[in-house]
C-alpha cells in the first residue's frame, strides 16, 4: 500500500530523518517507538504532505505522492491525525465532525455514518452542540479520530493518541484503534506507550536519530532485551 524508499527530511542543517526505507501493506497496523526527537513525528508528516522531503520517494497504492498538497492527500486515502488532537475551538463538535466531511457529495451517508459515531461514543451526541475544545483530553481524542473516520481513510496516520490520557481513557483508545483495523482500514501509530503499541501491531520500527535502529513483527520486538530493557522500562 504504501512504500518509501532513501527518505530523508531536513530543518535548515538538521536532518530528521537519514534515508528511511519503509512498507506498509494493506490491513496492517504499523507502529513507530523512539525516543522523543527520534523523528516519528516528522515522518508522519512527509507521509501525509505537511512537511518536504529532501530526498526520496513516497508511494501510496502504486502512485508517487510527493508532489501531491496535503489537502489533496485527504482524498487519496491519507488522513492524519496529529499529536494534540487539533480539535477546533470555537466550534461545536458537530461542526467539527463535520470538517471530517469536507469534499464529500454522499450526504446522506455522511449523516449516517455521524449517527454511527454517536451510537458507538454517546458522550459526542450528548455534547454535539458544545464547544469543542472544552472536552476532556480522552473525548477530544474520541472526536479527533471520529472527525478522522469521516474522511474514510484508507491509511490513517496517527501521531502519540494516547498523550496525556488517563489508563482506563488509553485502554478504550486502543480498542477504537483495533476495531478501525478490524474495517480494513490500514494504520500507522506513532506511540508513546511502546508496551501497548508493541502488543497491538502487526510490525513495528524502531527510530533513533532519525533512522531506523531494529524492524520486525511486533510481539518478537516486545520481547527484545534492548527493547524491553531501554524502551519498556525493565530487563529481560
Do not use: C, W
Not at 527518505?7 to 497496523?29: C, M, P, S, T, W
Not at 476532556?136 to 474514510?152: H, P, T
Not at 474495517?183 to 501509530?189: A, D, M, P, R, T
Not at 502487526?202 to 536519530?209: G, P, S
Amino acid at each position: 500500500m504504501l512504500k518509501i524508499k532513501d527518505l530523508a527530511v531536513d530543518y535548515g542543517h538538521v536532518k530528521a530523518l537519514k534515508g528511511l526505507n519503509f512498507e506498509v501493506r494493506e490491513g496492517q497496523i504499523l507502529t513507530l517507538i523512539g525516543a522523543n526527537g527520534a523523528g516519528k513525528s516528522s515522518f508522519l508528516k512527509a507521509i501525509s504532505g505537511l512537511l518536504v522531503p529532501s530526498q526520496g520517494s513516497i508511494e501510496f497504492q502504486g502512485k508517487s505522492i510527493l508532489k501531491v498538497p496535503a489537502e489533496k492527500l485527504v482524498f487519496e486515502g491519507i488522513v492524519h491525525v496529529p499529536e494534540g488532537r487539533r480539535i477546533f475551538s470555537g466550534m461545536s463538535v458537530q461542526e467539527n465532525l463535520m470538517l471530517g466531511a469536507y469534499g464529500r457529495k454522499d450526504k446522506a451517508a455522511v449523516h449516517k455514518e455521524i449517527e454511527e459515531i454517536f451510537a458507538q461514543f454517546p458522550i459526542l451526541e450528548t455534547r454535539k452542540h458544545q464547544d469543542a475544545h472544552t472536552l476532556s483530553g480522552g473525548e477530544q481524542q474520541m472526536l479527533a479520530i471520529s472527525r478522522a473516520l469521516l474522511s474514510q481513510p484508507k491509511l490513517l496516520l496517527l501521531d502519540e493518541p494516547s498523550m496525556g490520557l488517563a489508563p482506563l481513557m488509553v485502554k478504550e483508545i486502543f480498542k477504537i484503534i483495533k476495531a478501525i483495523n478490524a474495517k480494513g482500514v490500514s494504520i500507522i501509530l506513532v506511540e508513546q506507550n511502546a508496551s501497548a503499541a508493541l502488543e497491538l501491531a502487526d510490525y513495528a520500527y524502531l527510530l533513533e536519530n532519525g533512522s531506523i535502529k531494529l524492524q520486525g513483527n511486533a510481539k518478537e520486538m516486545k520481547e527484545s532485551e534492548m527493547i524491553r530493557e531501554i524502551y519498556l522500562g525493565h530487563g529481560a
